[in-house]
Structures are given as structure tokens and as C-alpha cells.
């Protein structure tokens, strides 16, 4: 039996902020999480880190709420987020009524919305739609929920947290109307794992009312599935929002050598309703091009869905529904020791761990305040690790590593270092550490230290890690030398070496398939000729002679 003061349930952005904060607090705790990290939501969203524009006028205090994270995360998070900014812009099918009620509410909020005259827009982004009417600047920026989710816990750890992945909770006890404990199934090996604990934080997104309900508790959580677009290459320098009520298809998101444009809104069936169809990705591009009109033009990468876990207690639904969150102290529904956090948004993830921190605490008679807005999630890299890395990794992969890593730096170079003592005299010292993924840059000595991680059990897990095969070839070229290097390397993972890259491209298959047409179904093919015939990853046995 494993024992601690409190475990968190989800291992999303609010579950693992939960966890830093418990942590930082000098409070013992255990994060459970079903899947890999970020498994649900952090990872299946337009990765826009909010100004609070989008909710001025329908939603202020979340609006507001938006405006003061963003901010303290761009200074804790830098690594995670991307220091773009963002546009509003009037088209012509949206009221211009709409403007001076959404600049009063930005004003309100606390949102500095400046308008900027349409020419100059349409310099700083060429390929928007010269018939728009009116633009406003606002500080929207990207950010990447898995690095935010893998840094949060690096915070964590170094407070003493601990992190127990594919473990699904199965059991909540009690004793005397408090919590005391629950039981998980390690889904790797099967066998049951109890904790004991004194409190109970279930942070699990959108199966926060199927985590309550082993309770036999409630929370009013309403799925919303939202299905999104990738293109392949960055077409937009900044975000860019239509001017009007948030709706359908309105916000496109730039992130490193790609731009997304999303969302739809339909009531999910539940919170593993992730299934993009090509329905949704045709009805995003007609509703995308009254900001690009050549969105046709661009290719797309894949499509994927997400569901937010969206307050449903007062009947609102989807666009309707308050992006506000709630704690929920079950004291009241006469179980101590267990509080529910849901809600709210990836950009108020902070907050909301913060505001549910502060009632354990309470529940736990300590007194603890919340450090988290003022202590970066990973510190700054060292200057001899940066000109150490400069020798060993290639130059224009280099920041993109150093971002990604955090706390892993310095063993991920001593590794490399290390692989390059080995190389034959006379090589650069990179030779030893080659590329393996072209398009994120990623080289053998990062997925082979993410690949030793407690964390990681699958090539899948790595992608998250590090963006291994998310670039424009979707693992097509990358994942088998990839698992050929790990092989190499004796780095233990679950699956065999056929069943994770068979694994990791039925993953990818999930997002090509409903935007499989022109130059993707031709790059498909490529990828189905690379792995069925030339690979036989499908293990068909061939007549001999034949």
C-alpha cells in the first residue's frame, strides 16, 4: 500500500498544477492519471493561451480571469508559450454592432484591445482577407499544452510529487464520512494498487462526473466535443479571431511550422467522444475562409477532436455554457476530505489548481500559500549546458530542444556527449547524435532520455514528449527509425517493436482520415507503400518464388 496526504485525480493541466501547488505547499501528494500525460483535453485544443477577448461581452469574469493568467504564464511558462499576439477582425458577414459593446467589455476586463488600421493588418498578415472591415490587437498567444502538462510535473517532482500514469482509479473509501483512501489498476501489469490518503482532488477534466460517481456523487459536467484542423505549414503570424459572438470555425492559431484553425461545438456522448469526421473539417473551411479566402489552398495535415469539460449546472450547453469553473467541496454532500475542480480553461488551469489548493489546505488545518504564479515552471538553462548543446545537437533545432526539455537538459547533453566520444576521430561531434525527426528536430539522444523517463511506456508516449512524428510526414519516415534506435539503445518500452510503430501510425491514421484527399491521400499512400509492402508491417506471408 502506498500512503500520502492527498491524490489528485487527471493529469491533464489542472491536474498537474494541482499537484505543483499541493507540492510547493509542503503537502504530500500522488497524481493518478488513466493514460499517458495529458491525455484528455490539454492535449486536444487549439492550444490558444487566452487574452479574454473571446469572453469580454458574453462571459467578463472569465474574460478576465483569461487576462491575468495569461499573463503570469508567460512569465512562468516561457518555454511553453509561443509570444505572438492576437487580431480581431470585422468581416463583412459579422454585425458591426458587435465592436463598441466588445471593446467596452475588453476595457472592463482589464484586456488592452487596440484597433489598428486594416492596411496595417493586412502588412503584419498578408494572407488575410482584404475585405475585412475593422482590427483590433490583442495579447493572445499559443502555448503547448503537453510541454505545459510535462513541465508542471517536472515542477512537481522537484517538490517531491509523484506521478502514477496509466493507473485508472477504480475504488473511492471512506471512513466515518471522510475520505481514507482509494484503489487504482496499474492497466501494465494488472494488479491493484491502494493509496492511502487523507484528502481526495478529482481534477479529471471531462471524467470528473464519472470520477465522482464512484463516490456516489455528482457534478454537473456537460462534454462538449470540439473538432479541430491542422495545416501544414504557418500561414498566419498571430492569431486570429473574427470579430463577433464566439461560434464555429472562427479562431486560427499558429504554432511553430503549422497553424491550426478550430472549433466546432456539439454535445459529446461522452469524454472519450474524440472522433473528427469530414463532415466538420468541410464546414470549418467554409467557415475559415471569411478570414483566409485561400484556405483551400493550404494542405491539411490531420484533424482531431478534444471535449471540454464544460459546467452544465445551469442548463447552458456548448457556445452557451459559462467557461467559468467551480470547486466543489463534497463536505457539503456528506463525504470530507474530497473536492472537485472543473470548469474553466486550459489558459486559467493555474487558478483553478490554486483555488482548490487553498480549500485542502484549509480541510488539512495548514497553513500553506500558493506560490505557483511566482516560481517558473523550469528554470532557465545554464550558460555552459546551452554551449555545451550547441555542439552536439544542430543549430536550428537547438532552442526548440532546450524548450522542450526543461529539467531533462543537462542529462539529454551528457548523454549526446557521451555518444560522441564513441564516434570515430576526426567526425563532428553532432555524428554520434543523429536526426531522427527532420521536421520537429528531434535527435536520438532526446528519445532516448525521454524514452528511459518513469513516465514513458510507447512511442506514442515520446511523441508527446517531443513532437516525434507530428511534423509534415507524420511519422511516416521517423517512427521506424526511431523504435529501430530505441531497439539499439536496450530503452525498455511495453509494446513489441512491430506493435508500437503499428500503434503510434494507427494513432496518426485517427487524423489523417477525415481530411484524406489530394496531396494527403497521396502522401498516405506513400506511407501505406513504406509499411505494407517495402516494411510488411502487417506481417503477410508471401508464396515463396512469389
Known amino acids: 500500500m502506498l500512503e500520502t496526504t492527498v491524490v489528485v485525480i487527471g493529469g491533464g493541466a489542472t491536474g498537474m498544477g494541482t499537484l505543483r501547488d499541493l507540492c510547493m505547499r509542503g503537502i504530500p501528494a500522488i497524481l493518478v492519471e488513466q493514460g499517458g500525460l495529458a491525455h484528455g483535453t490539454s492535449s486536444r485544443f ?12 458574453t462571459d467578463n469574469a472569465s474574460a478576465r480571469e483569461c487576462i491575468e493568467e495569461n499573463r503570469i504564464l508567460r512569465r512562468i511558462g516561457r518555454f511553453c508559450v509561443e509570444g505572438s499576439e492576437g487580431l480581431f477582425a470585422l468581416t463583412p458577414a459579422d454585425d458591426p454592432a458587435w465592436v ?19 492596411g496595417e493588418a493586412l502588412r503584419l498578415e498578408p494572407r488575410l482577407s482584404p475585405e ?35 493507473h485508472e482509479l477504480t475504488a473511492i473509501h471512506q471512513n466515518g464520512g471522510r475520505i481514507s483512501g482509494v484503489t487504482v489498476l496499474d492497466k501494465r501489469s494488472g494488479q491493484s494498487v491502494a493509496i492511502a490518503c487523507q ?31 491542422v495545416f501544414n505549414h504557418r500561414f498566419a503570424s498571430r492569431v486570429l479571431n473574427r470579430l463577433h459572438r464566439g461560434a464555429d470555425g472562427d479562431i486560427f492559431v499558429p504554432h511553430g511550422s503549422i497553424t491550426m484553425l478550430g472549433t466546432t461545438s456539439s454535445p459529446a456522448t461522452g469524454p472519450s467522444d474524440t472522433r473528427a469526421t469530414s463532415a466538420e473539417v468541410l464546414r470549418l473551411l467554409d467557415l475559415g475562409e471569411a478570414l483566409f479566402p485561400e484556405l483551400r489552398l493550404y494542405r491539411i495535415l490531420r484533424a482531431f477532436a478534444g471535449t471540454r469539460p464544460l459546467m452544465a449546472a445551469d442548463g447552458a450547453t456548448g457556445r452557451q455554457a459559462s467557461r467559468s469553473f467551480q470547486v466543489r467541496d463534497h463536505g457539503a454532500d456528506g463525504l470530507l476530505g474530497m473536492f472537485s475542480i472543473f470548469g474553466g480553461k486550459l489558459t486559467t488551469y493555474r487558478l483553478m489548481a490554486e483555488k482548490v489548493c487553498d480549500r485542502v489546505a484549509a480541510y488539512l488545518e495548514l497553513q500553506a ?43 539529454v547533453i551528457e548523454r549526446a556527449a557521451a555518444r560522441a566520444r564513441h564516434t570515430l576521430p576526426g567526425r563532428n561531434a553532432g555524428a554520434g547524435n543523429p536526426l531522427l525527426c527532420e521536421c520537429e528536430m528531434v535527435t536520438l539522444a532526446e528519445i532516448e532520455c525521454v524514452g528511459r523517463d518513469a513516465a514513458t511506456h510507447s512511442l506514442t508516449d515520446i511523441r508527446l514528449r517531443t513532437r516525434l512524428g507530428m511534423g509534415t510526414c507524420q511519422g511516416t519516415f521517423c517512427s521506424v527509425r526511431s523504435i529501430g534506435a530505441l531497439v539499439d539503445q536496450d ?26 484527399w489530394g496531396t494527403q491521400a497521396r502522401e498516405l499512400e506513400l506511407g501505406r507503400a513504406v509499411y505494407g509492402c517495402v516494411l510488411n508491417l502487417d506481417g503477410v506471408a508471401h508464396a515463396k518464388g512469389n
Not at 482589464?110 to 489598428?116: F, M, N, S, V
Not at 498567444?141 to 522537484?158: E, P, Q, W, Y
Open 491 to 516: 530503452v525498455p518500452l511495453d509494446l513489441s517493436p512491430v506493435d508500437n510503430v503499428r500503434s503510434f501510425l494507427q494513432e496518426r491514421w485517427r487524423g489523417l482520415r477525415p481530411a484524406l
Open 132 to 166: 475585412i472591415r475593422r482590427v483590433f490587437r490583442v495579447p493572445d498567444a499559443g502555448i503547448d499544452g503537453f510541454r505545459l502538462v510535462v513541465h508542471n510535473a517536472m515542477s512537481a517532482r522537484r517538490y517531491g510529487g509523484r506521478v502514477l500514469t496509466y
Open 46 to 57: 487549439h492550444g490558444l493561451l487566452h487574452s479574454g477577448g473571446r469572453y469580454a461581452v
Open 199 to 229: 484528502a481526495l482532488v478529482n481534477a479529471a477534466g471531462s471524467w470528473a462526473g464519472r470520477v465522482a460517481e464512484l463516490a456516489g456523487l455528482r457534478v454537473p459536467i456537460a462534454p462538449d466535443r470540439g473538432t479541430l484542423i
Open 369 to 411: 500559500a500558493c506560490r505557483t504564479a511566482e516560481e517558473a515552471l523550469v528554470p532557465e538553462p545554464a550558460r555552459g549546458d546551452l554551449e555545451r548543446a550547441a555542439r552536439y545537437f544542430p543549430v536550428q533545432g537547438l532552442q526548440l530542444m532546450v524548450g522542450r526539455l526543461g529539467d531533462e537538459l543537462p542529462a
Open 100 to 118: 463598441e459593446p466588445w471593446v467596452a467589455a475588453c476595457a472592463r476586463a482589464g484586456i488592452d484591445a487596440q484597433e489598428l488600421e486594416v
